[in-house]
């Protein structure tokens, strides 16, 4: 760790990575969420079948899945009970089908800004899931980084699920941007003035982030100095034994 409470460089590249990730998850998801509204909108190419697309996209994913486990073998195969594989894959299988056939059909009815400010209720909803199921502790604190606004961001929360959430806010600047400037959709003031706030609950999130990993890497060079010195001194009293005998 450098002076000024610098990051190492190991916990920089870590960094790097993750916000990386990110971004190619932001682009991908960007085009998949414009070009189902090109397939699906009555105005666009009006295939309005979205059972029949979700199909697709199920059909995709799986194939692709099944290539890179049992022929390229890139992953690790996981062995599962059966009992295990109907009470937990099967379950999240079929919901994740329902929500993808739900926010297909929502393209042919809805404006892609309107969706994206229905979208950004979802912190609130993963937290409010969290603190049910006791995965997260209640704070009041929280509330009100997620709650005045439907696009307000959780700006202290720290999982992994609700990072990808606050992440998600910037991918829906940049949709809302491209429905207003290409697909010509009415954005009104208040909705640019929630994702406003959004965007300041990203900065601070990730100005946290930042100062919590600088805290836990100071925390992990004074233990490693403090082990150094407690080992040196433990040899230094051994010498010292030794010579007296």
């Known amino acids: 760790m450098g002076k000024g409470g610098s990051l ?14 990110v971004a190619i998850w932001i682009f991908l998801s ?6 189902n509204k090109y397939i699906l909108d009555k105005k666009m190419y ?18 692709l899945a099944f290539l890179l486990i049992k022929v390229f073998r890139f992953v690790d195969p996981v062995s599962m009970s059966r009992d295990l594989y109907l009470s937990s894959v099967v379950p ?56 005045p606004y439907p696009s307000g961001s959780p700006l202290l929360l720290t999982t992994s699920a609700l990072t990808m959430n606050v992440a998600g806010v910037v991918k829906d600047w940049l949709l809302i941007a491209f429905s207003w400037s290409v697909i010509k959709d009415m954005v009104t003031p208040i909705n640019l003035f929630g994702y406003g706030l959004a965007f300041l609950g990203v900065a601070y999130y990730n100005h946290s982030k930042l100062q ?34």
């Open 8 to 21: 190492s460089n190991s916990v920089l590249r870590n960094i790097l990575f993750s916000y990386a990730y």
């Open 30 to 35: 960007f085009s998949v969420i414009v070009y």
């Open 46 to 63: 009006n295939w309005p079948f979205p059972i029949s697309l979700t199909l697709i996209h199920m059909s995709f994913c799986s194939t």
């Open 92 to 147: 999240i299988g079929a919901l994740y089908s329902l929500s993808l056939w739900l926010s297909n059909s929502a393209y042919i009815y809805l404006s892609v800004s309107f969706i994206q400010m229905l979208k950004a209720l979802m912190p609130v909803a993963v937290y409010s899931i969290g603190v049910l199921f006791k995965k997260e502790t209640f704070k009041p604190i929280r509330w009100p980084t997620c709650c």
């Open 212 to 245: 919590a990993l600088k805290a836990k890497e100071a925390q992990k060079t004074t233990a490693q100095t403090d082990d150094e010195a407690g080992r040196l001194l433990k040899t230094t009293d051994g010498e010292e034994t030794g010579s007296r005998n």
